[in-house]
């Protein structure tokens, strides 16, 4: 199982950028997707979850409105889609997938990638 995100990168206050996740080594469309966060000196936490499907997604109060979690199962890929960036959404942000192996679900994660939003 490998996770290669993408998409991070340093904006303005404002604006919008879009991570992707692509994964190989398994059957993507059987995933559950969600993506994280851990700002500095912060504990992660859970921005989005996606089902198998993309029908029922779930967000953190915080950025309810302006992140859209979204995938693409042909394209073994997931996106978070960042609009209305603020300065509190500077963080390190990493796509999990959980895949059920027989009876236990087992998480995997990417590497993370850098989101800093500063004027």
């Known amino acids: 199982v490998q996770l290669v995100e993408s998409g991070g990168g340093l904006v303005q206050p404002g604006g919008s950028l879009r991570l992707s996740c692509t994964a190989s080594g398994f059957a993507f469309s059987s995933c559950v997707m969600s993506w994280y966060r851990q700002g500095p000196g912060k504990e992660r936490e859970l921005v989005a979850h996606?089902?198998?499907?993309?029908?029922?997604?779930n967000y953190a109060d915080s950025v309810k409105g302006r992140f859209t979690i979204s995938r693409d199962n042909a394209k073994n890929t997931g996106y978070l889609q960042l609009d209305s960036l603020k300065p509190e959404d500077t963080a390190a942000y990493y796509c999990?997938?959980?895949?059920?192996?027989?009876?236990?679900?087992?998480?995997?994660w990417g590497q993370g990638t850098q989101v800093t939003v500063s004027s």
């Open positions: 996606i089902g198998t499907a993309g029908d029922s997604t």
């Open positions: 999990r997938i959980d895949i059920l192996q027989g009876s236990r679900w087992i998480d995997y």
